[in-house]
């Protein structure tokens, strides 16, 4: 690989990716390999409830609300921000997302194919460990998140209708 090449100088972005985090300069090189440019405009989706994740998208500039169905409406679960990925379910056996991810504005992205990520997995055992045991982290970071803004949330309307013990 190029030093000067374009590759290499995602190595320091990469670096402080959610789920690339402590991954050494020649894994990171191997990422960066693989991933694609690619901007979507505001309103378009990255990634749709209900369908296959063909792609990991890492965010490089902009925000992606990230929303789940409920009686027909789209409820915001969380905004990704930059150097966050999303889906997660698209690493994951199978990858049926169960979210929609779209761009609440003009938003850069690194597109890595959700095979192509999962073969270096598989041909780099390590690289492959520490990927998952980031994402691992990473998912039970944003359950824990939001189980906390549920709960605050049915705490607050029961508050409200006089219904909370205490």
Do not use: W
Request: hydrophobic share 40%; proline share 5%; with cysteine.
């Amino acid at each position: 690989m190029d030093k000067g090449g374009p590759q290499h100088r995602l190595i320091p972005f990469l670096r402080e990716v959610d789920i690339f985090r402590g991954l050494t300069d020649h894994e990171l090189g191997v990422i960066a390999g693989i991933c694609a440019p690619r901007t979507f405009n505001a309103g378009e989706f990255l990634a749709r409830e209900g369908t296959r994740g063909e792609y990991l998208y890492i965010i490089a500039k902009g925000e992606v609300r990230v929303s789940s169905k409920s009686e027909g409406d789209q409820l915001t679960v969380r905004v990704v921000r930059e150097k966050e990925s999303v889906p997660l379910a698209s690493i994951l056996e199978p990858p049926l997302l169960i979210t929609a991810a779209e761009a609440m504005e003009t938003v850069e992205t690194l597109a890595i194919p959700r095979l192509m990520l999962l073969r270096i997995c598989e041909l780099q055992p390590m690289l492959g460990m520490q990927v998952y045991r980031a994402t691992a982290a990473v998912l039970a970071r944003r359950y824990r998140a939001t189980l906390q803004q549920v709960t605050g949330q049915l705490e607050a309307t029961l508050e409200y209708m006089g219904a909370k013990p205490g």
